[in-house]
Nanobody, 125 residues
Framework: VQLQACGGGLVQAGGSLRLSCAAS????????IGWFRQAPGKEREGVSF????????YYADSVKGRFTISGNNAKDTVYLQMNSLKPEDTAVYYC???????????????????WGQGTLVTVSS
């Protein structure tokens, strides 16, 4: 069971990036998938989450209106489209997954049992 996150890079403020999180060894049916990030010297924070079954999403206030999470269950891949990036978005971004055969999405990191390796996003001012 693995999660592969990719798509990070260096971008100027105001630019865009799309992160991908692909599953191998399991399918995203009845799973909640989340994106977390951790900036240097800061605690990990939840960014955005999606329920693969009912499509419900959640966004942290800091990214609401700028980031969009979406999923392609046929490809067992979840995307995080990040627009209007700011220097404060600079962090290592991790995707995580947990079985979730119910409504809504969990936003607490301790709920998530599967984690990807992280991808670095750097936004220059």
């Amino acid at each position: 069971v693995q999660l592969q996150a990719c798509g990070g890079g260096l971008v100027q403020a105001g630019g865009s990036l799309r992160l991908s999180c692909a599953a191998s060894g399991f399918t995203f049916d009845d799973y909640a998938i989340g994106w977390f990030r951790q900036a240097p010297g800061k605690e990990r924070e939840g960014v955005s989450f999606i329920n693969s079954s009912d499509g419900r999403t959640y966004y942290a206030d800091s990214v609401k209106g700028r980031f969009t999470i979406s999923g392609n269950n046929a490809k067992d891949t979840v995307y995080l489209q990040m627009n209007s990036l700011k220097p404060e978005d600079t962090a290592v971004y991790y995707c995580a997954a947990t079985p979730w055969p119910r409504v809504g999405v969990p936003i607490e990191s301790y709920v998530y049992g599967y984690w990807g390796q992280g991808t670095l996003v750097t936004v220059s001012s």
